[in-house]
């Protein structure tokens, strides 16, 4: 197997040794490891803003953090530069939603907790804790639109540069294996290789662009017309077009940009391909510990 020192650009990433796909377990990024740092940012946040909801989202971003850490990663080492801006795209998009899920079931969790144990008399701190979570609401309602944005257009740059977009266990086992390109793995949650999850981003990012759009038109046209019966078939005609839209809109982004394996994303370079003869057949690029 080949060692490759110089195709990269000169970072602590570059590729030094061989190694296989299976040599190390993924392992998180070391800020993300350590729950105990975001509680204190989380708190010293509550403390100066006496904001609930801004410290809940900030515990959350530890949620994400491994991907805003892994389209870094992706920056610094893909030698396909033509394409790395949307893959980078992507695994910020995928943080954000993470936060976003995060946060949602942490309010979701805080609720049912209030609910059950909700003193009686207590209807003062009720009516703060819900406009507490109106607030984180919104919040989360922003990181949705944000993660839509990052992956419609990781998904468009995708496509107008020719590449293919790929997120998965496969990425996370090469970071952290020190190897390069990513290649398919079996291992994953649970033991499961769960493939690509660029499409359910990408479905994610459709249903968001389906609620936002189908909303503000549908009060639109609520409020222009004074004819009911023409307000139902024009907000039906509306809705049903939109729909089909965006129905179709993923169908053609996830057949022409989502990668089926890994090996559909990210080609061995020419640089980094081996001699059978000589090499054993190996054809994996290795880098040292990245973080």
Known sequence: MKTVDEALPKTDDSPVQAAHPEAKEPSPSWISRYWGFWLVMAFIVYETTSQPALATLIACIKVGWDEFSMAGWLLRVDPDRKNVFSKMALYIGYGLWKIAIAACLVLIGV?????????????????????????????????????????????????????????????????????????????????????????????????????????????????????????????????????????AGYLYLNWKVAAVKPEDCWKLPDWAKSDPETDGGDSLAVLPDAT
Not at 147 to 156: H, N, V
Not at 194 to 218: C, D, K, P
């Open 111 to 247: 609720v049912l907790l209030l609910n059950t144990f909700q003193p009686r008399g207590g209807a003062p701190l009720f009516l703060v804790v819900i406009m507490t979570i109106r607030g984180s609401v919104a919040a989360l309602m922003l990181g949705f639109v944000l993660s839509t944005f990052f992956t419609l257009l990781a998904f468009i740059t995708a496509l107008l540069g020719g590449g293919r977009l790929y997120v998965g266990q496969a990425v996370s086992a090469a970071r952290a294996g020190r190897y390069w390109p990513p290649v398919t793995v079996e291992r994953g949650i649970l033991g499961l290789n769960l493939g690509n999850f660029s499409r359910w981003l990408l479905i994610s990012a459709f249903f968001m662009v389906y609620a936002i759009f189908g909303l503000v038109v549908t009060q639109r046209i609520l409020a222009g017309d004074p004819n009911n019966a023409r307000k139902e078939t024009k907000t039906m005609l509306f809705l049903s077009t939109l729909g089909l839209t965006c129905m």
